[in-house]
């Protein structure tokens, strides 16, 4: 039903007066959207003066339409605003910027249309008011649904991107048509791990509760991972670990990756394991070879959580490739095999650097004790730790079997 008397606060029609003042008052909006808001002050000079401030402009005399007719704007009228938005999304523009952007421009909008305002204005004044706020959930809505949606179909092209380089780059397979087919190219450098997790505690059982609290630690892992690398890491995570690829411009400093393990591991509030390799893109199937080895090999010797690399388990790593030498090696140790006692002893001694009351504290024996289940084990294998030469054997021998997997 058409209205005959327009809105009025002090003596003036409130829809021309803002229709009016709508260039000057873009000029403002536009100056306080640079003065509180960094990220538009990073957009270029030429896009502000044009694109941000013509929307702010049209929604301005858009409100000043609303008020005039004294109806509410249709969803279809807002098409601009849409656009606007999935633009700004494509930008990488935070959504909550956006938001507060056409808050600050409705806050100033209806300073001015106040300004003046008198107790006869009383109706007026609450139309109008009613009219701002269905106008501001209405953009509302429109302007997070389209930066959502933009954001969604950005991010699965992103991801499915990431996917297909990181495919390419464990694959060994020529990255040329991944580069074409997806804008995306390979870092100089990545720093190739393979992770372990423990299992959080709110992972036991099979419930809704244990899937999302795997989802949560692996979310958390990742979000550190690619606070390192400044970008999104190339990842194949689950709950139990998984591989990962991150992306440096050089080799960083070991006690960085360190760091960033032990981050890992708090953020997940979980024990994680890690082993990794440096490669340049073409040597990046042969370092997830050899981190993944070297996790193997960590996790047979029973090593703690952290981060390790082939120089922390060269010995254990060199004697558990396969070899006639090996199972040679392992045999020095088979009288003992009915006696585990005494293996226990002499993984203990030498684990103490051959301090009998260590050992003894430890294992909750005698000295003297210890001492003699060392003089039978010499006996039985004929081999000494008092000697070096035996000891390296020893050593060796212990390395040997638990790489076949002996007890």
């Known amino acids: 039903m058409p209205h005959d008397k327009p809105l009025c606060v ?152 990431r996917h297909a380089l990181m495919t390419a780059l464990l694959s060994g397979e020529p990255l040329g048509r991944v580069i074409h087919r997806t804008g995306l190219r390979p870092a100089a450098c990545y720093v190739v791990m393979t992770l372990a997790f423990a299992a959080h505690p709110d992972e036991n059982g099979t419930g809704q509760r244990a899937r999302v609290a795997a989802r949560r630690k692996i979310r958390r892992v990742r979000s550190v991972l690619d606070g390192f690398a400044g970008e ?89 490739r396969p070899s006639e030498a090996l199972r040679g090696l392992a045999g020095l140790l088979e009288p003992l095999d009915s006696k585990p006692e005494l293996l226990l002893t002499l993984e203990c001694y030498l684990a103490r650097d051959l301090d009998r009351r260590g050992t003894g504290a430890a294992l909750h024996i005698h000295p003297n004790t210890v001492a003699y289940r060392i003089r039978r084990i010499c006996e039985l294998t004929g081999l000494d730790p008092a000697r070096p030469t035996d000891l390296q054997l020893i050593n060796a021998a212990l390395v040997a079997r638990r790489s076949l997997g002996s007890p």
């Open 232 to 320: 999104p890491a190339l990842t194949t995570l689950d709950g139990s670990g998984g591989t990962v690829l991150l992306p440096v411009p050089a080799a960083p400093p070991w006690e960085s990756l360190c760091e960033v393990v032990a981050q890992a591991t708090k953020a997940a509030d979980t024990l994680i394991t890690a082993a990794a390799e440096l490669a340049g893109p073409a040597g990046v199937p042969a370092a997830v070879t050899q981190s993944a080895e070297v996790m193997d090999v960590v996790r047979r010797t029973g090593r703690a959580p952290g981060l390790y690399r082939l120089a922390d388990v060269l010995l254990d790593y060199q004697l558990s």
């Open 10 to 161: 002090g003596g003036r029609p409130i829809a021309a007066h803002l229709r009016a003042r709508a260039p000057h008052l873009t000029r403002r909006v536009v100056e306080r959207l640079l003065d509180e808001l960094p990220v538009y002050a990073e957009l270029p000079q030429e896009e502000v003066a044009g694109d941000i401030a013509d929307i702010v402009q049209h929604s301005l005399r858009q409100f000043a339409d609303v008020l005039e007719r004294r109806r509410p704007v249709r969803p279809a009228d807002l098409h601009r605003q849409r656009d606007s938005a999935a633009q700004r999304a494509e930008e990488g523009v935070p959504l909550d910027a956006i938001l507060t952007a056409y808050q600050i421009g409705a806050a100033m909008g209806w300073n001015e249309i106040a300004d003046g305002v008198g107790p006869g204005d009383l109706p007026d004044f609450q139309e109008a008011l009613s009219c701002l706020l269905d106008f501001q959930r209405q953009l509302t809505s429109v302007v997070s649904g389209s930066y959502l949606e933009a954001r969604r179909l950005i991010d699965s092209q992103e991801h499915g991107g």
